[in-house]
DNA sequence: TCCCATTTGTACGTATGTATG
DNA sequence: CCATACATACGTACAAATGGG
């Protein structure tokens, strides 16, 4: 595949060279094998070390392939697995938020809040609080990993009987405490690298971002902090006005 | 600030020129703001231009600064908002929809409309429908093109005046039809080329998608239909409930 | 329309530092 | 301690884009 006599489109040699190192990624490589030393592949494309870097680089970037100096360039890259759902588009409410009847708990613990989670609920950095991470499937595909974070720690022996379903009406049905919501930020990135292996998307998909705060209906303050990121393939948010 | 003796953690020059330079732009910029040429500060540094790019490199890849071949490096950071957030983002109001007082046209046809407008509005594909779409920037940078499709072919005649502002306003003054939001619909997916050089990001970054029913006020008919691509890099959607 | 200065983008060359096994 | 391979840095040159004269 001779990418460098393209008719139509302009291209540097760096992104002709990160085009056929894509293409030969997908075809001769597999996860965890090593691309050949920077030097070998420079000199086959006969460029400068420097350009041969730069479209590593871009790989790098895009997630499929990790540098290990004094090793080598590790390959990350999977074959594509999932060209079904390319089409397939479900409607999520917008105020479903931690309340997926079909979510699992991955993860419960105590855990010193960061700056982030601190500034969201008003507490200070390394203020103790509850943090649970949940996991949406639709049709047993993931689609959705909520984090949630809790200040109230009188709840924390109660929570650890959650499992699964819906967290919201876990905490109504067991602590009584209908929560009510305050404000959503709905925002949009990439996936990181152990997201993108949770929700078993490619690396670097773009993932939708919605972060909620929910309040005690009775006192009003701060019950819980959700971060949901979800696989924008796959799910859209809907609001009715 | 010498960031060149830093006994805890070793700093290579062009991460104690990125963290400089992160922090003259809290202090010394604002977003829309130009850097000096890269000459100037490699000089200033006492470095090579190359070092000087590579730390600008990064900034540009924490969303901070964005580069524009020919004119200089742009400022994108707004000062006094970084430290909360791994991230800085402008918020923007979910209802603000086709209300952005500093939109400007870019087009404006009567086209048929296609079978995902047709389905949106209720009407068949073929039918002719008003075609806008509009460019929002904050400080000059772009960060919003919203399309707009209208089907009361009587409007026109009055939206050809449209030049600048926002479409709802005009609309609600020219026509006396104040439109009532019915449903949003929110996603996000890759740039595709042309967005990206639109909004001046790099191929591939992630968008918000938001698309939004309008009806009249009056006769509760279908009156606009928007799909709005939003940087993600630099707007969050925030909605208080 | 064309040219020109400015500024960023790409590319080559070279040298040395750092990490790994 | 050494060979290998990636990381950083300096130097130089030219290309491409932009904006103004």
Redesign the interface.
Same mark, same amino acid.
Do not use: F, V, Y
């Given at each position: 595949m001779d990418l460098s006599r393209h008719p139509t489109s302009f291209t540097t040699r760096y992104q002709q060279i990160a085009a056929q190192l894509e293409h030969e990624l997908r075809n001769n490589y597999r996860c965890g094998d090593y691309l050949p030393p920077e030097n070998q592949l420079a000199e086959r494309f006969a460029v400068n070390r420097h350009t041969l870097r730069r479209a590593v680089d871009e790989l790098v970037d895009?997630g499929w392939l990790q540098r290990r100096q004094g090793v080598g360039t590790l390959v990350l890259m999977r074959p594509y697995d999932y060209p079904l759902h390319s089409q397939a588009?479900f409607?999520q409410n917008?105020l479903d938020q931690g309340s997926h009847p079909t979510s699992e708990r991955l993860l419960s613990v105590l855990r010193p809040c960061t700056? =982030?989670v601190a500034?969201a609920i008003g507490k200070q950095e390394g203020d103790t609080v509850i943090h649970l991470r949940t996991l949406r499937r639709v049709n047993n595909v993931p689609v959705c990993v909520i984090d949630h974070y809790l200040p109230d720690l009188r709840w924390w022996a109660a929570l650890q009987h959650f499992r699964s379903g819906s967290l919201h009406d876990f905490i109504n049905s067991q602590l009584k405490e209908p929560l009510?919501? =305050?404000? &959503?930020? #709905?925002? @949009?990135?990439?996936a990181l690298a152990k997201e993108s292996q949770l929700l078993e998307i490619v690396p670097?998909a773009?993932?939708?971002c919605v972060r909620t705060l929910n309040t005690c209906d009775s006192s009003g303050s701060v019950a819980e902090y959700s971060v949901s990121l979800t696989r @924008?393939?796959m #799910? !859209?948010? &809907?609001? !009715? =006005?």
């Open positions: 895009r588009r409607s917008l700056e =982030h500034t009510n919501r =305050h404000s &959503t930020r #709905i925002s @949009a990135r990439r670097q773009p993932l939708l @924008a393939d #799910i !859209e948010l &809907t609001m !009715e =006005h």
